[in-house]
């Protein structure tokens, strides 16, 4: 029997990551518990998963398959030990590269309810030695890679989300929340990285505070022009925007989209900002607002090109925080 005080401690066999979502735990439960759901999101970017088998009970398997970017395949086997609805889930886990050297260890999920739309979600995988946590980290980029895997689970639960009224985006970004913060705020930032990916910003004009406007113009890649507008209802330094989208005109008034006059004439978006783990996320909600049962259907049928549009915008947003 080992001497408990030359055990090593707990935290030199764990890693812990952590991440708190914009969503409702029985939300993020479902998106973790439903196999249909965890095949979309498990694993680090670029990753998919086939799942052979899913028995969410003590005693049951999750059985799968990972295939990574460049073709290897990682296969791995988890039992279930515990499960408690909507809290916590334990299980034994061993996989690792095919035909290379495994990881072995007990992971701990757990899901913390901060409040009617948000949670926070906890893994903790303990290893049987330092060597063999130390392995993973090298080997399998187990730190990184469990962050991407909350990420893309972030990104899934949004998806999750829009299938209604509102179009829910996530994106992580690798800068200090109050640097993140300050690119949409300030008019230096915003004519770098707003609008959509090829257009340029060649006016700009910023009033922030709540009533305050947001009025610039946009040169499409063709040379056209295109105007917008935003009215801020809620400006809280580090933390939330909210205001009204529109399309606009030189003048600064409300205008219908140049293409799609079905279009809602309003949307209602809110951006909220949190710090996360030395970097940023953002979670961008919108849905039409004032709108007749023609411009929510089409709205809703617009969906996932707002999302293409909203992740060519945030690309540039990315590039802008990166050359700072």
């Known amino acids: 029997m080992k001497n408990p005080s030359t055990s090593p401690s707990p935290t030199t066999r764990e890693i812990v990551i952590t991440r708190t979502f914009d969503a409702p735990r029985e939300l993020v439960w479902e998106a973790w518990t439903r196999p249909e759901h965890v095949a979309k999101w498990w694993g680090p970017k670029g990753f998919t998963t086939t799942i052979e088998e899913f028995d969410l009970r003590p005693g049951g398997r999750f059985k799968h398959m990972m295939h990574g ?37 007990e992971a701990t999920w757990s899901f913390e309810s901060l409040g009617k739309n948000k ?21 399998y ?35 200090p929340l109050a640097e993140v913060y300050r690119a949409w705020t300030e008019v230096e930032g915003l004519t770098h990285w ?13 009033d922030l505070r709540p009533g305050g406007t947001f009025h610039y113009g946009l040169q499409a890649p063709d040379g056209s022009p295109m105007w917008g507008k935003f009215v801020f209802r809620e400006v809280r330094e580090n933390q939330r925007l909210v205001w009204v989208n529109s399309f606009s005109d030189p003048a600064g008034g409300t205008a219908r989209h140049p293409q799609h006059m079905e279009w809602p004439l309003e949307m209602l978006i809110q951006a909220e900002f949190h710090e996360n783990d030395g970097g940023t996320t953002v979670t961008l909600r919108s849905r039409a607002i004032n709108a007749s049962p023609a411009e929510v259907k089409t709205f809703r049928e617009g969906h996932d090109s707002m999302r293409g549009g909203f992740g060519g915008t945030f690309d540039q947003l990315e590039a802008h925080l990166a050359s700072k």
Request: aromatic letters at 8%; a neutral charge; charged letters at 30%.
């Open 69 to 105: 970017p460049d073709g290897t395949d990682y296969p791995n086997l988890s039992v279930f030990r515990e499960v408690v609805p909507f809290e916590r889930i334990v299980y034994t886990h061993g996989g690792g590269k095919q035909g290379g050297i495994g990881a072995h260890f």
């Open 119 to 139: 949670t926070r979600v906890t893994g903790r995988s303990i290893f049987d030695t330092p060597e063999d946590r130390d392995f993973v980290v090298k080997e």
């Open 141 to 175: 980029g187990a730190i990184e890679g469990g962050k991407q895997t909350l990420e893309r689970l972030a990104q899934h639960v949004a998806r999750v989300e829009s299938a209604g009224d509102e179009v829910v985006i996530v994106r992580d970004f690798k800068a």
């Open 194 to 206: 707003s609008g959509p990916k090829g257009f340029k910003v060649v006016s700009a004009k910023l």
